[in-house]
């Protein structure tokens, strides 16, 4: 049995709009879904371009001001037990 690769990606840093989880069955090594993360995340903001979806303020900013309250976060999921 081949050991699978995966990696999970996001897109703003400070906001984010997409998350990406790729699992690549029989992948080995996660360089190998790095990509395929990529290309998701590029496809998503190349198609916002296209129907002229204005991308949020300050999306290739790689900081944030020292007073801007952190982002929201995100509800815990809620677990069932059967």
């Keep these: 049995m081949s050991d699978n690769a995966w990696f999970v990606g996001f897109a703003q840093r400070n906001n984010p709009e997409i998350v990406v989880a790729v699992l690549f069955e029989g992948g080995k ?11 998701v ?3 998503f903001y190349d198609k916002k371009a296209r129907l002229g979806i204005p991308n949020l303020p300050g999306i ?4 944030r001001p020292s ?3 952190p982002p929201p976060a995100l509800p815990a999921p809620k677990l069932t037990g059967d």
């Design 67 to 69: 007073d801007a309250p």
């Design 60 to 63: 290739a900013r790689t900081d």
């Design 41 to 43: 995340i590029k496809a």
């Design 29 to 39: 090594e996660s360089k190998l879904a790095v990509p395929i993360v990529r290309d």
